[in-house]
């Protein structure tokens, strides 16, 4: 999900790949693998209110769900394709999922509710660089003073394989400008600036794709 505050780019790069999304995800990043390590560091509680942003086809917020399913999700993704298949996907397994179709703003979750957990996979690299800016300043922005955003993504490719895996697959997909920011290590920076006073990488992995990390960060 590529995004600005007026468009975004579809899962894949094209919308005509949409439908292939979870099986190339799978396939390419080791998904299941990190995944689950994400879950495990979110170890989402009873009655929590977790904000899943760029919510692609919902495969994060099912696995936080069968973990608690007393806690309260929402999912935000402004493509209407993948949270097509993302409702059709919460259904089947019955959960009690809300998705909402738009950018992240104050304006777009529910009024009154305010999320206490913040997450985010595999959405900011695919943003420009005054779009990822943007995007990390709403989630500090939307959560409490001790408030965590966990955040799994692309991020500095520091070996020359790392960096040829990512130049041939993920930057050929979603393009040079909006993808080598993450690859030169940005996303600490913009969420120094952002406000969040800790952030942790807590876990690193080598894919098919390139690196994958995710971050802990403590508003």
């Known amino acids: 999900m590529t995004t600005t505050p007026d468009t975004f780019t579809p899962a894949l790069g094209r919308s005509s790949l949409t439908a292939l999304y979870d ?17 495990q560091h979110i170890a989402p509680r009873p009655g929590a209110k977790i904000l899943d ?3 692609g086809t919902g495969s ?3 696995d936080l769900w069968r973990t608690e399913p007393t ?3 929402l999912g935000l993704d402004p493509d209407h394709d993948v949270l097509a298949l993302a409702r059709k996907k919460l259904a089947v397994a019955g959960s ?3 998705l909402r179709e738009g950018f992240l703003s104050e304006a777009t979750l529910p009024k009154g509710w305010h999320p206490d957990t913040v997450i985010s996979s595999l959405v900011l690299h ?3 660089l005054p779009e990822k800016r943007r995007i990390i300043q709403a989630i ?7 408030g965590r955003f966990f955040l799994a993504d692309y991020s500095t490719q520091d070996t020359s394989l790392m960096r040829w ?4 697959t993920v930057q050929r997909l979603d393009g040079l400008a909006d993808t080598q920011p993450n690859a030169d290590g940005v996303l600490p920076e913009l969420l120094g600036r952002a406000g969040f006073k800790r952030v942790d990488d807590v876990e690193c992995y080598a894919t098919p794709t390139g690196l994958i990390t995710i971050y802990v960060a403590v508003a």
């Open 71 to 73: 806690a309260e999700y």
């Open 23 to 39: 099986l190339a995800i799978r396939i390419l990043t080791r998904e299941t693998t990190w995944r689950a390590a994400l879950v």
């Open 53 to 55: 942003v760029g919510c």
């Open 140 to 146: 500090y922005n939307v959560l409490p003073e001790g």
């Open 60 to 62: 994060l917020l099912l």
């Open 96 to 98: 009690g999922v809300n």
């Open 165 to 168: 895996l990512f130049r041939n």
């Open 126 to 128: 695919q943003t420009p």
